[in-house]
Structure formats: structure tokens, C-alpha cells
């Protein structure tokens, strides 16, 4: 069983940036987080679920989607157990709730939400022009 708690969202102009967190925990964590795979996914009202960028764990090997790509960085902290999401350049399509999400194994090219285990509560971006 893995929690996943995110934190971080807001209100922003267009153009500015936010960093989200995503603090995970786990039973056996050591042995469990060096073989997951950690996403972001966000949803914007009346859309489906739709994937952000995902980075491994124990490598850091990174993918996102190409509306995020060159905007976007995920990056992982080991000591604190916390995946970030940094959002720059952001746009008023941006605006969603984004969540993070968390699966066993090390393919880091996962971008349906059904190939994700356990999810957080999600935290709203709102960008406004």
C-alpha cells in the first residue's frame, strides 16, 4: 500500500510557475520505492483524466506529455520521500486539478490512468490570463 499526499496548487497568471508536491509512504518503503514508477496526471472539469509526465524512482527517468513537454520538470527528493512537479510557462489549459498517482514496476511510459495503482486527493491549479 502506497499514500500518496499532494500539495502545492494555487492560482497563477499565465506565463508564471508552481511547483506541486506529492509526499509518498509505504509500509516497506525502502523496497517499495525502488521499484514504482510516480506520475502526475491532471483533470480539467468535463474532461477525462489526462497524463502529465512520469519519473522512476530509483533511476530518474523522466516522460511527459507532449502539451507539457520543455514546460514542465518532475524531479524526486529520496530523503523526503516527495515527488515535485514544477509547471513553468504556465497556460490557461493548464488549469486542472492535478493528481499524482503511483505503480509498481520501472516502465516510465505508462499514460493511462488504469496502469496507475494508488492516487492522491489531487491539488487545483487554476491559470488565469
Known amino acids: 500500500q502506497v499514500q500518496l499526499v499532494e500539495s502545492g496548487g494555487g492560482s497563477v497568471q499565465a506565463g508564471g510557475s508552481l511547483r506541486l508536491s506529492c509526499a509518498a509512504s509505504a509500509p516497506t518503503f525502502s523496497s517499495t520505492f525502488n521499484r514504482i514508477v510516480m506520475a502526475w496526471f491532471r483533470q480539467a472539469p468535463g474532461k477525462e483524466r489526462e497524463f502529465v509526465g512520469s519519473?522512476?524512482?530509483?533511476?530518474?527517468?523522466?516522460y511527459f506529455s507532449e502539451a507539457v513537454q520543455g514546460r514542465f520538470t518532475i524531479s524526486r527528493d529520496n530523503i523526503r520521500n516527495t515527488v515535485y512537479l514544477q509547471m513553468n510557462n504556465l497556460k490557461v489549459d493548464d488549469t486542472a486539478v492535478y493528481y499524482c498517482?503511483?505503480?509498481?514496476?520501472?516502465?516510465?511510459?505508462?499514460?493511462?490512468?488504469?496502469?496507475?495503482?494508488?492516487w492522491g486527493q489531487g491539488t487545483q491549479v487554476i491559470v488565469s490570463s
Open positions: 498517482a503511483a505503480a509498481a514496476g520501472l516502465l516510465v511510459r505508462r499514460t493511462l490512468p488504469s496502469q496507475y495503482d494508488y
Open positions: 519519473i522512476t524512482w530509483s533511476g530518474g527517468r523522466t
